[in-house]
């Protein structure tokens, strides 16, 4: 479907869960979030038949996320389901890659493409402070498993951090020698008020052109990363600066949250719900929400936070 700027909307990314085994603290608060009851969440049976609903009005592509998806029980189903939607031509997910070890080679047989993986630091106790609680040995046992399982594409996605992880773009920019695996720098979103990180710690994707001079860049690939790549490396190299350089003018997403709310837009407030409601129905608040997508985010910076009204694991990133 084509929304009133003229953007063609195919990718549809579907948090599963709020709930996530981490604390990242850009992401989600310490004591975790209020558990909201199964009831206003929706079924496993209700997320297909919004993905076919979607997959109707022309969504091809589907990104899993959360919250944590791994944690969810019923994941290996859901993904099963997803992929046998009509019309859907990928099924990709995004995760910490904690829980990797153990479901990396069964979400491949489930007919999961491509992973996305979140790992902001390759040391161990940053590792431990960032998550307030993960364990930086099963985020690495978890890549590795997703490289022997061999899905067609991964990314490991990276959110810079001033005075937290600056200092490391070059080490986890390696991580393109050492995998065939992309790796792309985030700028951290000014997301959620109780968040730890104020204007400071923001630091624009050209901070990393300028610490990897050798960087060599590559033709665009439509998708929102701007892509490079280092010398001898196997995987490349994205930057992606919702802040400083957005690109809602090439948007072609919408968001579904776990509690049944569509989001046409990261950034902003209007949701449609779909909860409780028949695919036909889901379909007509799909395609309303995609004609009221807006143009562009709005004001956001490193000092006008995003005007989302929830926090990132409740919408899945
Ligand atoms: N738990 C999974 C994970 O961490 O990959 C999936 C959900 S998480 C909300 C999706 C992505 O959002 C992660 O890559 C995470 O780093 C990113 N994210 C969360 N909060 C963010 C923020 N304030 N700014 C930029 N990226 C953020
Ligand atoms: Fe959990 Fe992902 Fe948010 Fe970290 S970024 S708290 S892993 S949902």
């Given at each position: 479907m084509i929304d009133s700027y003229g953007r063609t909307i195919t990718y549809l990314r579907l948090s599963v869960t709020e709930l996530c085994n981490l604390r990242c603290r850009y992401c989600m608060p310490e004591d975790g979030i209020c558990k909201k009851s199964h009831e206003q969440m929706l079924t496993e049976e209700e997320m297909i038949c919004a993905v076919r609903a979607a997959a109707g009005l022309g969504i091809r592509k589907l990104r899993i996320t959360g919250g944590e998806p791994l944690v969810k029980k019923n994941i290996l189903s859901l993904c099963r389901k997803a992929v046998q939607v009509p019309g859907i031509t990928e099924v990709c997910l995004t995760t910490n890659a904690t829980l990797l070890p153990e479901l990396a080679a069964p979400l491949k047989e489930a007919g999961v493409k491509r992973i996305n993986i979140s790992l902001d630091t390759l040391n161990e106790e940053k590792y431990r402070y960032i998550t307030r609680r993960g364990d930086l040995s099963q985020a690495l046992s978890g890549i590795e498993a997703a490289v022997s399982a061999g899905f067609d594409k991964i990314k490991i996605n990276a959110v810079l951090i001033g005075g937290f992880n600056e200092e490391e773009i070059p080490a986890l920019a390696e991580l393109t020698r050492k995998y065939s695996a992309d790796v792309r720098f985030i700028e951290l979103m000014p997301m959620y008020d109780g968040g730890e990180f104020g204007p400071d710690a923001y630091i624009p994707c050209e901070r990393v052109k300028e610490v990897l001079p050798d960087l060599q860049e590559l033709d665009p690939d439509g998708g929102v990363a701007k892509l490079y790549t280092l010398p001898g490396a196997m995987g490349n190299i994205g930057l992606i600066s919702?802040?400083?350089?957005?690109f809602c003018g090439s948007c072609n997403r919408i968001r579904i949250t776990a509690d049944g709310r569509i989001k046409p837009?990261?950034?902003?407030e209007a949701e449609y719900s779909i909860k409780g409601l028949k695919e036909e129905q889901m379909a007509e608040q799909i395609r309303l929400a995609i004609e009221r997508k807006p143009q562009w985010h709005g004001e956001l910076s490193a000092k006008q936070r995003s005007c989302a009204g929830r926090t990132m694991n409740q919408i899945g990133g």
């Open positions: 919702p802040l400083s350089r957005h837009c990261l950034h902003r």
